[in-house]
Nanobody, 126 residues
Framework: QVQLVESGGGLVQAGGSLRLSCAAS????????MGWFRQAPGKNRELVAA????????NYADSVKGRFTISRDNANNTVYLQMNSLKFEDTAVYYC???????????????????WGQGTQVTVSS
C-alpha cells in the first residue's frame, strides 16, 4: 500500500499562490500516475489535475487550467501542485491520490485509485 502525505496548504489572499506537495512511500513511485483532488464544504470531491508516471502527460479541470500546474519529482517520490491566481472558489481540502496504472487518464477512474492522502486545507480569502 502506498502511503501519501500532503503538505503546503494554508490561508492565502485571492490572487496569491501556494504550492502543495505530496510525498509517497515505496520504491515504485515512478511507475504510476498521480492526481490532485479537492472537496469544498457541501460539494462532491472533484479532480483538479493528473499526471502520468513520467510527467509527460498532464490533465486539468477546466476551472484551474492556466492557473494550476501539476508536476512530479520521481527521484524524491513527490508530486506537486503549484496554484497561482487563487480564487475564493478554490477553497477546499486538497487530496493527492495514486493510481494503479501509469496513464494520467487513469486518475479519472475511481477503480484505478489505490491510495489517498489525508488532505490539506487551502483557504482563499476574498
Amino acid at each position: 500500500q502506498v502511503q501519501l502525505v500532503e503538505s503546503g496548504g494554508g490561508l492565502v489572499q485571492a490572487g496569491g499562490s501556494l504550492r502543495l506537495s505530496c510525498a509517497a512511500s515505496g520504491r515504485t513511485f515512478s511507475s504510476y500516475a498521480m492526481g490532485w483532488f479537492r472537496q469544498a464544504p457541501g460539494k462532491n470531491r472533484e479532480l483538479v489535475a493528473a499526471i502520468s508516471w513520467s510527467g509527460g502527460s498532464t490533465n486539468y479541470a477546466d476551472s484551474v487550467k492556466g492557473r494550476f500546474t501539476i508536476s512530479r519529482d520521481n527521484a524524491n517520490n513527490t508530486v506537486y501542485l503549484q496554484m497561482n491566481s487563487l480564487k475564493f472558489e478554490d477553497t477546499a481540502v486538497y487530496y493527492c491520490a495514486a493510481s494503479r496504472r501509469p496513464e494520467a487518464r487513469s486518475i479519472y477512474f475511481t477503480a484505478d485509485l489505490r491510495s489517498w492522502g489525508q488532505g490539506t486545507q487551502v483557504t482563499v480569502s476574498s
